[in-house]
């Protein structure tokens, strides 16, 4: 799925990106350390891969926006 990047800090390595209908979507260290990527910058055009997020309290029911960012990289063309 593609994206925007909206927000990135670099201390904690998090930030959010934005999808192509303007939802924002937070993504945490995990998935920008598994993209590969050093640096953020907004407004970069991203790849990035969601799965379904659990709830609060650690069950498989999802939560009510129902996803989570695993992974952002750079959009290739």
Known sequence: ??????TYD???RSG???LD????LPFDAAAFDAGG???LR???RVRIEVAAAP???????????G???????????
């Open 42 to 44: 907004p407004g970069q």
């Open 37 to 39: 990527l050093r640096l």
């Open 55 to 65: 709830a609060e309290d650690g069950s498989e029911k999802d939560r009510a926006d």
């Open 21 to 24: 209908d303007g939802t924002p």
């Open 16 to 18: 959010s990106v934005l």
């Open 1 to 6: 799925m593609q994206a925007t990047a909206y």
């Open 67 to 77: 996803r989570r960012v695993t992974l952002v990289t750079l959009q290739t063309f």
């Open 10 to 12: 670099f201390e904690t």
